[in-house]
């Protein structure tokens, strides 16, 4: 009795890894039927996938939402919608989800140089085109039968704001010589200010179209985009005076350009018919929390009901596009479960199992108050390097080629390495690398080796067979999920994502790309590897408490930053880093921003790290999935600056 309870235990946990894969599984393409379902508003929603060639040479991709029942017969009101700087048209689900199960068509492109987009043609006007591509989609809509070219609107995020601004007012002018033109009737941006013509005078000012605004009361970026301190302050500043007329608006008030009178739902109606509707709301959110806020969504709807359809439509609380976010969230959490599970799986057959072998003893047992403090001294300078140099070399990596806008940083977009958002972790990834490795090492020769510590113990000593099998399973793992992603955006038409975290397909122009990053990855998550497994973890201590200990040394120094930042920003109304070393006086709004990815994929892989090297005992396996993983994460949609597409 006892003897079979014991062989069925043995069992058990020797095919958990199988069971953990097949729940990966089932959990990558239940959220992958979920979000399909609701991108799709229950299959009432078509979604096409589309490229075509615009008047600017350039290529533009986008997503097409076509709700059931329109027709040349029966034309729908349609949007068009960008997104902002390093995204892609999926980070504007949100918005095309809820507005397109109200009957809007809606056509969510990826600006020029993001996601599937090329440049334009250096040929054609240098290769400009502030509008980055809106001005295109706004007369791809002559093509859709279905569509009521009197009633389009245009939204956007940040970057995405100020082009759509850009594309209205370049078809306003081209309207002027080709009645043929199409124009928009509304423009919302969203996390941007209105654009001024050089003369410091509303851009639009000549022409009628409704125009408001959706700005958080904590967006990062007031001083930049409207040049007050606070986001909460807006409303008295000169874009916002040529915006809406006049000076101190209400927020979340309706109003007729140049007129400070209030006015109600139904006179907003009445304005909106006759292209004077003015309005800026502003929810209690920073940047990136506009790509998830029930109230930003329901700005923008109760906008183009207004605007576009008479308020006849669906109240604007009816939304479930976090259905949709729930759904690929949920793949992308299977996803890394099925990173790790299907390794485990993997070393399992024959040719793998020549890896497994015991986790060697660490370099660090705490026996004594003497040890202790030594470890979390140790423990804590490690913490430091990463958030004293964050910002210095992230800096403001803005550099978009189709609007001829660079900011220098430390290392600056090139042919070689063309990604300006990656290029200061691939920075940061080789100096705390190293920084880290000669801590590590520092440790190791003067305290470490005296207690009979050796190389056997960093679990760096493998045979080169050896380390070249590391190397096959984690090619073989990474292989296994990107087919998963693959799976999912050709069968469910979405990928894996939540909030503004994010991992896509890559096109063949990117492949090259991704091998040129690799191994600033490589070099960072070989290194970490070593010194979370073999130093941060704890000879005599629990399993979970290394565990905890491993994941916030990963990412611990660059949270700090992150809530001082954000709890001063909730608080005040300002960040307590506002600029970044370099360059001088130069906001570090979008440092701030990118750094929301790291303080997620930074634990998921420390998390991986130790269950690979646990099962390995040494820091190849672990380092080869990290690098192959994360390099993905990294610059899978990110925009890119230079001509490589």
């Not at 109200?102 to 993001?114: E, F, K």
């Not at 000549?206 to 930049?224: I, K, R, S």
């Not at 977009?413 to 801590?439: E, K, Q």
């Not at 892989?605 to 646990?614: P, Q």
Request: proline fraction near 4%; hydrophobic fraction near 50%.
């Amino acid at each position: 009795m006892n003897m079979s309870v014991t062989q069925a235990t043995k069992a058990k946990v020797k095919n958990i890894a199988a069971i953990v894969t097949c729940a990966a599984l089932v959990l990558i393409l239940f959220g992958a039927a979920l979000a399909q379902w609701a991108h799709t508003s229950g299959g009432k929603v078509q979604i096409e996938d589309i490229r075509f060639v615009t008047e600017d040479g350039g290529y533009l991709r986008a997503l097409l939402y076509i709700p059931q029942g329109v027709s040349p017969e029966a034309k729908a009101p349609a949007v068009i919608s960008c997104h902002g700087y390093n995204n892609t048209a999926e980070v504007q689900d949100l918005n095309c989800v809820e507005l397109s199960k109200r009957g809007y068509v809606v056509m969510a492109i990826d600006a020029y140089g993001h996601g599937h987009s090329k440049f334009p043609d250096p040929q054609i006007n240098d290769g400009l085109a502030a509008d980055m591509g809106t001005y295109a989609a706004l007369q791809y809509m002559k093509t859709l039968p279905y569509v009521d070219l009197d009633r389009i609107g245009m939204t956007g995020h940040s970057m995405g704001s100020a082009a759509i601004q850009d594309g209205a007012f370049r078809a306003f002018e081209a309207q002027k010589e080709d009645p043929d033109i199409v124009v928009p009737a509304a423009i919302l941006p969203t996390a941007n200010s209105f654009n001024l013509d050089a003369d410091g005078e509303l851009l639009l000012k000549d022409y009628p179209v409704n125009l408001g605004a959706v700005y958080g009361q904590f967006d990062e970026w007031a001083l930049g985009m409207w040049g007050t301190v606070k986001g909460s302050d807006l409303n008295t500043t000169p874009k916002a005076i040529a915006g809406m007329g006049f000076s101190g608006c209400e927020y979340d008030t309706y109003y007729r350009f140049g007129d400070n009178t209030p006015i109600d739902r139904a006179q907003a109606i009445e304005a909106a018919q006759e292209k004077e509707l003015r309005i800026v709301y502003q929810p209690p959110h920073d940047h990136p929390m506009m790509h998830f806020s029930a109230e930003a969504v329901g700005d923008v709807v109760d906008f183009f009901d207004i605007t576009l359809t008479g308020g006849t439509g669906t109240p604007a609380s009816e939304q479930t596009w976090f259905i949709k976010q729930l759904g690929t969230g949920l793949a992308m959490i299977g996803f890394f479960i099925f990173i790790g599970a299907f390794g485990m799986l993997l070393l399992k057959a024959p040719f793998f199992q020549t890896m497994v072998r015991e986790e060697p003893q660490g370099l660090t047992t705490v026996k004594t108050g003497k040890d202790r403090i030594r470890y979390w001294l140790i423990y804590v300078v490690g913490l430091l390097p990463a958030p004293l140099l964050y910002n210095w070399f992230v800096g403001y990596s803005i550099d978009i080629v189709a609007q001829g806008r660079t900011v220098p940083i430390l290392l600056p977009a090139s042919n070689l390495l063309p990604l300006p958002c990656v290029n200061g972790i691939y920075l940061l990834n080789i100096v705390t690398g190293l920084i880290a490795l000669a801590l590590y090492l520092a440790v190791f020769f003067t305290v470490s080796r005296k207690l009979g510590c050796t190389a056997e113990n960093m679990g760096i000593r493998l045979p080169g067979k050896q380390i070249g099998k590391a190397a096959l399973l984690a090619i073989a793992v990474f292989g296994a999920g990107y087919l998963l992603l693959v799976i999912c955006e050709q069968f469910f038409g979405v990928d894996f994502r939540f909030f503004t975290l994010s991992i896509k397909t890559l096109t063949a122009a990117k492949w090259p790309i991704y091998v040129r990053y690799l191994p600033s990855f490589l070099l960072f998550f070989l290194i970490s590897s070593m010194t979370l497994n073999t130093f941060t973890r704890v000879n005599n201590y629990k399993e979970w408490v290394n565990v905890l200990l491993i994941t916030f040394s990963s990412f611990g120094g660059l949270l700090v930053l992150h809530l001082i930042d954000y709890i001063s920003l909730k608080h005040t109304g300002v960040k307590v880093f506002q600029f970044v070393p370099f360059t001088a006086d130069t906001t570090a709004a979008l440092a701030g921003v990118l750094l929301w990815g790291l303080l997620f994929i930074l634990p998921v892989a420390a998390i991986l790290s130790r269950l690979y090297f646990k099962k390995t005992g040494s820091i190849w396996a672990g380092g080869f999935v990290n690098a192959l993983v994360v390099t993905l994460f990294a610059i899978s949609n990110t925009v890119v600056s230079a001509y490589v597409l």
